[in-house]
């Protein structure tokens, strides 16, 4: 009888000690919803550092850097008042509609494809080449699955 009780207890400890805590414990009385948003960069500051980004990874000329922040610029202010009406939106606690959701998507889209196109204009053919693959880069990485998350799998 003993062996069972040393047993079971055992089964117990080694059970509680596998589970992993929390690594961010919400707040206590606060929903997610109301937890302090971290302070953005102006789209001024976003601008210049993708620029320079960019003079990095393609190695602008000083000439195409200066071609190149007022397209980025007007890109992260577009991006500003996106946000800032969909925040507006989600305050007033209104949802958008299917063909809204749609419509805010196509404008993005339309937005993301101006810019490039623009940027090509600026780019040689071996930098474009180069800024096309880190934007591959870039959304490869966003498919992959995150550990600790849900993932659903594709069938």
Excluded at 12 to 41: F, I, S, Y
Excluded at 55 to 75: M, S, W
Excluded at 134 to 151: I, T, W, Y
């Amino acid at each position: 009888m003993k062996t069972w009780i040393l047993a079971a207890t055992l089964l117990a400890g080694v059970t509680l000690a596998a589970q992993t805590p929390d690594p961010q414990p919400m707040p206590a009385g606060k929903p997610r919803a109301e937890r302090p948003m971290k302070e953005r960069p102006s789209a001024q500051q976003r601008a210049s550092i993708h620029t320079k980004e960019l003079t990095l990874a393609l190695d602008l000329t000083d000439k195409q850097a200066k071609d190149a922040e007022p397209l980025l610029l007007a890109a992260e202010l577009k991006k500003d008042e996106f946000m800032k009406k969909r925040e507006e939106n989600r305050a007033k606690g209104i949802k958008p509609t299917a063909e809204e959701r749609g419509q805010m998507r196509a404008a993005l889209l339309d937005e993301k494809i101006k810019l490039k196109r623009d940027l090509k204009k600026i780019l040689t053919a071996d930098q474009y080449k180069k800024y096309e693959e880190k934007l591959e880069a870039k959304n490869v990485r966003k498919d992959k699955p995150q550990l600790g998350r849900f993932v659903r799998k594709q069938k």
